[in-house]
């Protein structure tokens, strides 16, 4: 297995500071190797950093997305984390979560649930024939198989789910039939309402989680957090 954390980024993200808090962090003794993603009009100032030739607005993230695993295929990798700046990777339990088992694994979403519940159980396979579920795009494995179907897959811009990459890359993956696995130890994080509701059920496994989102939404993140849950705060201490 030759694994690597594809993390996606732009120019505000590095403006912010947030690709160095993950340094600083998470990545400061990684277990794998990582990138991040950048789109045109950035300049690469650290080897981590891939400059891609694609739009580096947030609709064109799947074109960022496609590219990114581009690169990993072309240079060996056949397991793939996306992530974005905004979560924190517990990059050893990464390694050892069993991500080879799967194709396409991590917290799944189906536009037709009220509340977007976590499962308590480990693992449980969705079934993907078109019903719109999709892995949250804060943080989901691919396997080779899973990143070569995206990345040679018909590019659909006037799709709903173009415009959010990780509903569109759950639905290519569907079409192809390639199955998701819901995994418990990828967690929204403190700031999704719908997430808080299910504390009570995932508290004896937070000690498990390969990965927490510590944004709010779409740019709405304070980097503080990242390094608050890296000295040692627990997931009910982020909470306002």
Known sequence: MNPVILVTSCRGDVEKGRQQAQRDTCFSSSAMPYRFLLGQGNTKHNEDELVLDVPDDYDSLFLKVREGFRWALENGYDYIFKCTTDVYCFTDRLLKSGFEQFDYS??????????????????????????????????????????????????????????????????????????????????????????????????????????????????????ARMYAIHNGASVYELVD
């Open 106 to 223: 991590g917290r799944f979403v189906d536009n037709t649930q009220a509340d977007w519940r976590l499962l308590v159980e480990q693992h449980k396979t969705f079934d993907l024939n078109g019903n719109h579920i999709w892995a949250s795009g804060f943080g989901c494995w691919f396997s080779k198989r899973a990143a070569q179907q995206l990345v040679t897959a018909e590019t659909r811009t006037q799709t709903p789910e173009w415009f959010y990459d990780d509903w569109y890359t759950g639905t290519i993956l569907a079409e192809s039939g390639i199955q998701g696995t819901q995994d418990y130890r990828y967690h929204p994080g403190p700031y999704d309402a719908c997430a808080r509701l299910c504390y009570k059920e995932t508290e004896p496994f937070l000690n498990d989680l390969c990965a927490i989102h510590l944004g709010e939404s779409t740019d709405v993140y304070d980097k």
